[in-house]
C-alpha cells in the first residue's frame, strides 16, 4: 500500500496561467488531497517561515509560498491559519531537511512542491497579493510490485541456499521526483555480484534478490519471507536457506559494518548461530581481506563498534526474525544527506567512497557462499513461526496477522462495518511497534479490502527480544519489569473526494478506556 500522486496544478486567478506541482509525502496516513474545486487563496511569499519574517504578513485563509530548506517552520504558517503551502525547488539540500517536511500525526494541511523556474515568477505574483488556485491529489492505493529473485545453482551443496539482496527502490519526500542516485549503490553491488558468480559458480546455491518496498516498512522483504522461506520445499528441508546478505551503502563515508540489528524490530544477538558466522568473520573472513592488501581497520567496523548515527532499518531484519542468519553491510559513519528528496542525482555520488565498500561485500559474499561448514545445525536457523529458546523466556518467529475493521454502534451495543464500506472511503490500518514508533518507515499501512479485512505479514512474537529488568527508583532494589513496548493496530477511514478523517480510533472514556485497542506485547526496552 503507497501513497500516489496523482497530479496537482497551480491555477493564476482568474485566467492563467498553470504550472505543474507535486504532491509532499503524506502526514502518517493523510496524505495531500484537496477537493475537486481546489483551494482559493492570495498567494503570500514568506521566505523561510521565521516568526519575523511572517510578521505583518496576511497568513489567515492564504497560501504561503515557501523556501523548501526551512525546516519544522511550515508549521508556523499552519499555525497561523493558511489553506496550504507551496515549497520552492532549493539549489541544493539533505536528506534531513527533507524528513522535516512530514508528520507522523495526520495533520491535514496540503503541500505542494514546484520548480524554482516556476516559482519566480510566482513570487513576483505574491508581492501584489495575486490570488491563486491549487489543486492536487494524492490516494493511497494497494500496489502489486515485485521482487525478482536469480538463481545460479551450486556446485557441491545445490539444495543449501545462500541469498544475497538488496533493495531496488527509493524514497523521496516529493514522490513523483525520487532519482535515489547514490541509493542505487546497493542494488548496483548486487548486481555486480551476480555477474561474477554467474560466471564462477560457487559451492552453494546462490539467490540474488532485488527487494521492492523498503520505505513501507521492508513490505518487500517481509513479502519475500512470508513467500520464499515458508514455501512447502523449505519447510519440508528439501531447501535449506542458510544466510541471507543485504546490501546498504552510501557514498557519503568510506567504512562499512555488518549487523543483524536494525530499528524496526530491534532484534538482538540472543542466538549462539549469530556468534558461530562472526566469529567466521574475525577469524576467517576479515584476516583473509588483509591478506590480499584490504587495509580491515581503516574501512570496516566490527558488529560491537557500530557508528550509526540515525535510525535505519533493515532489509535483513524481517528474515532474520524468522530465525535465518540475516545480516546487511551497511556504510558506517554515514548520515546519508543526499538521500530522500528531489535533487538526490548522480553529483551527489562519490564513487571513490563506495570503492572500499563494495570490495568487502564482493569478497566476504564469494567467501560465504564457498565456506564448507557454517558450523549451524539447520534446525537452529530454519524459517519459524515461532520457536522458544529452551530455559529462557526469548524465542522468535514471524507471524501474521488477519482482522476486520468495525464501528462500535452504540445503539446496537454491536460492532458494525457497514458505515465503513462506502466506494469513496479507503480503510488504512496502521501496524507498529512502539518501539520504532518514531521511525515513520517502520509503521507498516496497509489498505483493508472492500469487506473491511486485512493482513499484516510480518508480526514479530514478545520474545524475540531481550527481557529486560531494572530496579525502580526508591524500591530498596525490587526488580519490575521494563518490558513495556507493544505492537499497536490502528485503522483509519479516508475519504478519497474530501481527504477528510472520516473515523479514527477513540481514545477516549468509551474507546481504548472501554475497549482496548489491539496490542501485542513484547519484550525490548530501549535504553
Not at 517561515?49 to 515557501?66: F, Q, R, S, V
Not at 534446525?379 to 501474521?400: H, I
Request: charged share 20%.
Amino acid at each position: 500500500t503507497i501513497p500516489i500522486d496523482e497530479g496537482a496544478e497551480i491555477t493564476v486567478l482568474p485566467e492563467g496561467p498553470s504550472f505543474k506541482a507535486y504532491t509532499l509525502w503524506p502526514n502518517m496516513i493523510q496524505s495531500c488531497i484537496i477537493p475537486p474545486e481546489g483551494i482559493e487563496g492570495e498567494l503570500v511569499y514568506v521566505g523561510y517561515g521565521t516568526l519575523k519574517e511572517l510578521n505583518g504578513k496576511k497568513i489567515k485563509d492564504n497560501i504561503a509560498l515557501m523556501e523548501f530548506n526551512c525546516g519544522r517552520n511550515w508549521l508556523n504558517v499552519a499555525k497561523f491559519g493558511a489553506k496550504a503551502v507551496i515549497f520552492i525547488e532549493p539549489y541544493h539540500t539533505t536528506r534531513i531537511e527533507a524528513e522535516t517536511k512530514f508528520l507522523l500525526t495526520p495533520l491535514y494541511f496540503p503541500r505542494i512542491y514546484i520548480s524554482r523556474s516556476d516559482a519566480i515568477l510566482l513570487r513576483s505574483l505574491a508581492e501584489n497579493g495575486t490570488k491563486i488556485r491549487i489543486k492536487s491529489r494524492m490516494v493511497w492505493e494497494k500496489f502489486e510490485d515485485k521482487n525478482v529473485v536469480g538463481v545460479v545453482k551450486g556446485t557441491k551443496y545445490p539444495n543449501e541456499v545462500v541469498i544475497f539482496a538488496a533493495h531496488y527502490d527509493t524514497w523521496s519526500i516529493v514522490p513523483s521526483l525520487a532519482p535515489g542516485a547514490d541509493e542505487a549503490a546497493g542494488i548496483s553491488t548486487l548486481l555486480e555480484l551476480a555477474r561474477i558468480i554467474s560466471q564462477n559458480p560457487p559451492l552453494r546455491t546462490v539467490w540474488f534478490v532485488a527487494l521492492s518496498g523498503h520505505y513501507q516498512a521492508l513490505a518487500g522483504a517481509r513479502e519475500f519471507t512470508e513467500t520464499y522461506l515458508f514455501s512447502e520445499e523449505v519447510q519440508n528441508d528439501t531447501v535449506k536457506p542458510w544466510i541471507f546478505i543485504s546490501y546498504d551503502l552510501s557514498s557519503d563515508s568510506d567504512r562499512i559494518t555488518f549487523t543483524h540489528r536494525g530499528t524496526m524490530y530491534g532484534l538482538e544477538g540472543i542466538l549462539s548461530s549469530y556468534k558461530t558466522i562472526y566469529d567466521l568473520f574475525n577469524q576467517k573472513y576479515l584476516p583473509a581481506l588483509k591478506d590480499i592488501g584490504y587495509d580491515v581497520g581503516r574501512y570496516v567496523e566490527r558488529p560491537g563498534e557500530l557508528s550509526i548515527p540515525t535510525s535505519y532499518i533493515l532489509d535483513s531484519e524481517p528474515i532474520g526474525i524468522s530465525g535465518v542468519i540475516a545480516i546487511t553491510y551497511r556504510t558506517a559513519e554515514s548520515y546519508r544527506v543526499s538521500w530522500g528528496h528531489p535533487l538526490s542525482a548522480m553529483s551527489t555520488v562519490n564513487p571513490e567512497k563506495l570503492k572500499p565498500q563494495i570490495t568487502f561485500c564482493l569478497y566476504t559474499s564469494l567467501f560465504i557462499a564457498n565456506e564448507e561448514n557454517f558450523g549451524l545445525e539447520w534446525e537452529d536457523v530454519k524459517p519459524t513461526r515461532w520457536r522458544e529458546l529452551p530455559g529462557t523466556n526469548q524465542g522468535y518467529g514471524f507471524q501474521s496477522i488477519t482482522g476486520d475493521v468495525t464501528v462500535f454502534d452504540w445503539g446496537k451495543a454491536f460492532w458494525i462495518s457497514d458505515p465503513l464500506l462506502k466506494e469513496d472511503y479507503d480503510i488504512l490500518i496502521d501496524a507498529y511497534q512502539e518501539y520504532s514508533s518514531l521511525d515513520p518507515f517502520s509503521h507498516i499501512i496497509v489498505k483493508a479490502d472492500s469487506n473491511g479485512s486485512f493482513t499484516v505479514n510480518g508480526i514479530s512474537p514478545r520474545a524475540a527480544y531481550h527481557h529486560l529488568t531494572a530496579p525502580m527508583p526508591g524500591s530498596g532494589g525490587t526488580v519490575k519489569d521494563l518490558a513495556t513496548p507493544w505492537w499497536n493496530i490502528k485503522a483509519y477511514v479516508i475519504n478519497r473526494t474530501s481527504g477528510a478523517i472520516e473515523y479514527a480510533p477513540d481514545f477516549g472514556p468509551r474507546g481504548d478506556g472501554t475497549y482496548q485497542f489491539l496490542h501485542f506485547q513484547v519484550y525490548w526496552f530501549p535504553f
